[in-house]
């Protein structure tokens, strides 16, 4: 995760545990949040949370990552900023869902269901 979403998330009062594909570069991200947040494993990190923030690139590995923690997701908030375009061979970038399909229809039914009061 690059940019301003690091930065800005360190002006926050609560608790924040980053994981990452690649487990080494969960601590540097995690120093970019400041003192409130930690690095932990995937399984871990969602294990522990009130909410989840899936941010997965590419778009395509959502399924995989939800189904292999679907059960830490029971009975949590969870938000999907993961981005539906991705960069072919050429450079250019391209939408990687069919037309008219969205993301969150795609992830909401991959998730559990929401607890209902």
Known sequence: ????????GNRGSERVVLTAREQ?????????????????SAAEAIRTADAVVLAIK???SVREVVS???????GKVEVDVSNV?????????VRTLP????SGAMVAVLL??????
């Open 112 to 117: 559990p269901p929401a607890p209902t009061s």
């Open 24 to 40: 080494v570069a969960a601590p540097a991200l995690a120093s970019e949040f400041g003192r409130l947040a930690s690095a932990a």
């Open 68 to 74: 292999q923690h679907r059960g830490f997701l029971e």
């Open 58 to 60: 590419p778009f395509e």
């Open 99 to 102: 037309p008219g399909q969205s």
């Open 85 to 93: 375009h991705g960069q072919v061979p050429d450079g250019s970038i």
């Open 1 to 8: 995760m690059q940019g301003p979403c690091p930065r800005a």
